[in-house]
């Protein structure tokens, strides 16, 4: 039989009316960062909703750090200024709920990471150059006595980085990638038997990028990025995926 084919439906509760119209609202401008949302009495008028529909809903977008609802307020709900934070629980909860795989967060790693060493190249200044050559010296001193001190210096570096590319969205999604990966492998990491050689390795993996990024030679620079984030994180990512992170290697 013709006609049109239909895809299956799903039953919307009306609190998730409520808080897409208010997501709507707020991405388009229409509520600002520091404004207000009418009162709970208000929003059951407009919404012809009950009061446990609106607290439901304003409960969600709590959750998704959108607002901030004091119970007992006179006032309407807070509107918030973007968070990191919403960011970071938002990705983290898709990576424990097997959303996104190891490999695929490494992948979107070598991605930011080579696309910050790039701009930084071609952007940095001469002070944000010392601090990455600052933060590789620390690296060092720290390598055989201090892993703590050595990971720190190993963030240091990739911040100084990213703040040389000066851009604030890869800043972000750097600070929450790294995090949520070293989570996925911080004790397999920590229980390496070679964790000497691979700090050692990494060290030089840093100078070369620092090089690169002196010289002002962004594509190598990247492309050195990206070798030596395989080389950290491939053992840890199963065989069968690893063809997608070196897809990314020239």
Do not use: W
């Not at 060493?117 to 010392?130: D, F, P």
């Not at 201090?146 to 590319?165: I, N």
């Not at 002196?214 to 030596?228: C, I, M, N, V, W």
């Amino acid at each position: 039989m013709g006609g049109p084919r239909f895809e299956p439906v799903r039953a919307v509760r009306a609190y998730e009316r409520v808080v897409e119209q208010v997501e709507e609202a707020i991405e388009s401008g229409a509520l600002s960062p520091g404004g207000r949302l009418p009162s709970e009495r208000e929003l059951m008028t407009q919404f012809s909703v009950s009061r446990s529909t609106v607290r439901e809903a304003l409960r969600v977008l709590q959750a998704r750090g959108l607002v901030r609802s004091r119970h007992g307020d006179p006032h309407g709900a807070e509107v918030l200024p973007f968070s990191p934070a919403a960011l970071h629980k938002s990705m983290t909860t898709l990576a424990r709920v097997e959303e996104l795989s190891l490999a695929e967060l490494v992948q979107f790693r070598m991605v930011l990471d080579a696309a910050a060493i790039l701009l930084a190249a071609r952007l940095r200044t001469e002070e944000q150059l010392a601090e990455m050559s600052a933060a590789v010296a620390r690296m060092r001193a720290a390598a055989e006595r201090d892993e703590a001190a050595f990971g720190a210096a190993d963030v240091d570096f990739h911040d100084a980085v990213v703040r040389a590319s000066g851009n604030k969205l890869i800043q972000i999604c750097t600070d929450v990638v790294r995090s949520i990966v070293l989570k996925l492998i911080s004790e397999r990491i920590a229980g390496a038997p070679d964790r000497e050689a691979l700090m050692r390795r990494s060290i030089r993996h840093h100078e070369e990028v620092v090089a690169a990024i002196r010289a002002g030679d962004g594509p190598l620079a990247a492309r050195l990025s990206r070798k030596a984030m395989y080389d950290y994180y491939a053992g840890y990512v199963p065989e069968s995926e690893r063809g997608a992170l070196r897809a990314l290697l020239e």
